[in-house]
């Protein structure tokens, strides 16, 4: 029974993104969502289900069959900006959207179940991130997540400037900028990574986008929680965590709890199945 039981969560992610597909394919009268939303449930499902069967990969053939999907169909092929200044954009032309949708499902109301999901799953900027060799940070981590207000600050006045100054076929720029931006944020995430021997270390002090997702994760419904009978405080899940997150405390209020990406690799190496 317990066999059965875990694998109808593969079936029920499924199911979620499904409603989702047809709720926007049906509202929005436009079949791309139906597509969209079904290939990405999908793919989260299949990684959901691999991990179950204890495959190594499973977190990163979703990261790249979602990530990949998303850079290089969405974004270069059909010019959509998914990035953050896409969605300022769609935002101040009141387009509910592409980008807007997006954020909306990825990036702010989902958290409030799934977490920082999309950080560990999803998101092409850590795609190429989690290939580099600093898996676990080696040493504690910087005050520096000021910065992530000033590049999210930054693309509010980029995009407004545009606005402002009535500049002509924004829809163009926006193209651009997602290469540009994308260049900029692989570049700046591989030179961090390397000078804090940190994969994450884009994640934790520079990305805007946690601007939105570490607010809304704190109430996350989905978290990794510590069975406390059986823990005997090795240790070992905090040393392996890529975000430094205290998981043997299960307040919401533990030590960057709402960095979790769920990566479960905790989980994976808990000595005592404590998690
Ligand atoms: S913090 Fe930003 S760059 Fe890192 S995984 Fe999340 S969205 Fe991507
Ligand atoms: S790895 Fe497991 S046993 Fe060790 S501290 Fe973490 S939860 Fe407890
Ligand atoms: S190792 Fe555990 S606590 Fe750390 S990010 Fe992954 S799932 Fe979250």
């Keep these: 029974m317990k066999q059965i039981k875990k694998y109808l969560y593969p079936v029920i992610i499924l199911i979620i993104f499904e409603v989702i597909a047809v709720t926007l394919w049906l509202t929005k009268d436009n079949l791309f969502y139906l597509i969209n939303f079904s290939y990405i449930g999908l793919s989260v499902s299949l990684g959901v289900f691999l991990y179950i069967k204890k495959y190594k990969y499973a977190r990163r053939i979703v990261q790249l069959l979602v990530g990949l999907y998303m850079l290089i169909y969405l974004g270069i092929i059909c010019g959509e900006n998914m990035q953050i200044e896409g969605f300022w954009y769609y935002f101040f032309t009141g387009v509910f959207e592409a980008a807007t ?56 006045i980029f995009v407004s400037a545009l606005f402002l100054a009535k500049v002509g076929n924004i829809e163009r ?35 805007p986008i946690t601007v939105f997702l570490k607010p809304m994760s704190y109430f996350s419904l989905i978290r990794i929680k510590c069975d406390k009978d059986k823990c005997i405080d090795c240790g070992k899940c905090r040393r392996i965590c890529p975000m430094d997150v205290d998981v043997t405390d299960n307040s919401r209020k533990r030590a960057n709890g709402t960095e979790c990406i769920l990566c479960m690799e905790c989980v994976k190496n808990c000595p005592k199945d404590a998690l």
Excluded: E, Q
């Design 173 to 207: 720029i926006m193209f651009w900028a997602f290469i540009i931006g994308n260049i900029a944020y692989y570049l700046a995430g591989i030179a961090l990574a390397f000078v804090f021997k940190d994969n994450r270390a884009f994640c934790k002090y520079i990305c």
């Design 101 to 156: 949708i997006h954020y909306a499902v990825a990036k702010i109301f989902g958290p409030l179940i799934f977490g920082r999901g999309w950080c560990g799953y999803a998101c092409w900027t850590a795609m190429v991130l989690d290939f580099l060799p600093y898996k676990t940070p080696s040493k504690p981590r910087k005050k520096l997540g000021w910065i992530r207000y000033i590049t999210f600050a930054v693309s509010v």
